[in-house]
């Protein structure tokens, strides 16, 4: 079976500082992988996506960047944190085949900025 | 883009009570899924359902694509059941841009 993992779990940041969040995921190959940012008390904002090995797509302009170095894998970066960049940001996979897209996330990072 | 509007914003229910919450989107979608989000921050796959009716347990759900809404029923709820409820959508026109509801926020009182 398909699993998804986060890490780290929770993390605190002074602003300024650079920042790094991995996303891997087992027993599938080849998923879309997707990137989103929750703020406290709202929905999710979906990110980033990738369809492949070095694809990302952006979504919203901001402060961070993403990667998809290998097939599996989903890093989040950033180079200088903001206090905006403070939230609770979750990793999702999808098959990637044909019509059929379901979404499953890992258990999310919660970020804060001081 | 594709709005994405749920209904109610907030619900508090008694123990055993039923409820239904509403999801409304604003054009032609590719796929359409529910989750709750419990307390944890955990996001649970409850429902993947672009078009038609299914049943889990106490829970179901039916999506009218040509009308655009789709409806979430929880019966004989349970604290359990607390937490937020969030309708997604798949941008038709927008490749693999999911777009989230703002969720229903749900309190289940023993």
């Known amino acids: 079976s398909q699993t998804i993992h986060q890490w780290p779990a929770t993390l605190v940041q002074p602003v300024g500082s650079p920042l790094s969040l991995e996303c891997t995921v087992e027993?599938?190959?080849?998923?879309?992988l997707y990137w989103y940012r929750q703020a406290a008390g709202r929905g999710l904002q979906l990110l980033f996506y990738?369809?492949?090995?070095?694809?990302i797509s952006s979504e919203v302009p901001q402060n961070l960047s993403a990667s998809r170095p290998q097939d599996r894998q989903f890093i989040l970066s950033s180079k200088k944190l903001l206090l905006s960049d403070s939230g609770f940001y979750l990793c999702a996979w999808s098959s990637g085949t044909g019509y059929y897209n379901e979404q499953f996330f890992g258990p999310g990072t919660r970020l804060t900025v001081l | 883009g594709i709005q994405v509007e749920q209904s109610p914003p907030d619900l508090i229910l008694q123990e055993g009570a039923n409820s239904t919450l509403r999801c409304n989107f604003s054009?032609?979608?590719?796929?359409l899924q529910w989750f709750h989000q419990n307390p944890w921050g955990q996001l649970i796959n409850l429902f993947y359902?672009?078009?038609g009716t299914k049943q889990n347990g106490r829970l179901s759900a039916t999506t009218v694509a040509t009308e655009r809404y789709s409806l979430l029923y929880i019966s004989s709820s349970q604290t359990t059941d607390s937490g937020v409820y969030f309708c997604?959508?798949?941008?038709?026109?927008?490749?693999?841009?999911?777009?989230f509801g703002a969720g229903t926020r749900l309190f289940v009182k023993a």
């Open positions: 990738s369809v492949g090995i070095g694809q």
């Open positions: 027993g599938t190959s080849n998923p879309n």
């Open positions: 054009d032609s979608v590719n796929n």
């Open positions: 359902i672009p078009s």
């Open positions: 997604a959508v798949e941008d038709r026109t927008g490749g693999f841009k999911t777009i």
